[in-house]
């Protein structure tokens, strides 16, 4: 439960290398969020995330992705997700299969389902063959939200 010792471990490693190290980035980020309890420390650290991978459009989407979806962060700093988001295609393009899933994952987890339903049709039909199973199942899940939000109106409820 030394957090300060545990960040200056996950910095040694960030520092080796920012892009490998990513992952250990996010974790720092969560740690500070969720173990130490420490909101203030962690938005400054997203902030400084936003930079160190500015060109790096799948940390920012994971980091976009984290900070909406993980079921542990209870307060969701939802302006530095889209922060991350935005900064994610500015990096990485509309083109990237990867990058338009997290961009459809934003999308969704922020209430845009019928955007996030578009997004992922367009990662699931770029995908590499290999892929398109796993881009589908997250295709069909946004459709099935979709369809009972629809049907929610419709019906009144």
């Known amino acids: 439960r030394n957090y300060r010792e545990a960040s200056s471990h996950y910095d040694t490693a ?5 892009a490998i190290f990513s992952n250990i980035a996010l974790e720092k980020y969560k740690m500070l969020l969720v173990d130490a309890g420490d909101a203030k420390g962690a ?7 936003l930079k160190t991978y ?11 992705v984290l900070i909406l979806t993980d079921e542990a ?21 509309r083109n990237d299969p990867e990058i338009l899933s997290r961009l459809a994952a934003v ?11 578009e997004t992922q049709m367009e990662a699931w ?22 369809t009972k939000a629809q049907a929610g109106v419709r019906s009144g409820g």
């Open 14 to 18: 960030i520092t080796i290398n920012p």
């Open 43 to 49: 938005a400054a650290y997203g902030r400084e995330l």
């Open 54 to 64: 500015s060109e790096n459009g799948i940390a920012l989407g994971d980091l976009a």
């Open 73 to 93: 962060i209870k307060e969701r700093d939802v302006e530095l997700a889209e922060k991350a988001a935005t900064g994610m295609v500015a990096a990485g393009g």
């Open 107 to 117: 999308q969704f987890a922020t209430g845009k389902v019928q955007e996030a339903v």
């Open 125 to 146: 039909m770029g995908a590499p063959e290999v892929d398109k199973a796993a881009f589908k199942t997250k295709l069909d899940q946004y459709r099935n939200a979709l």
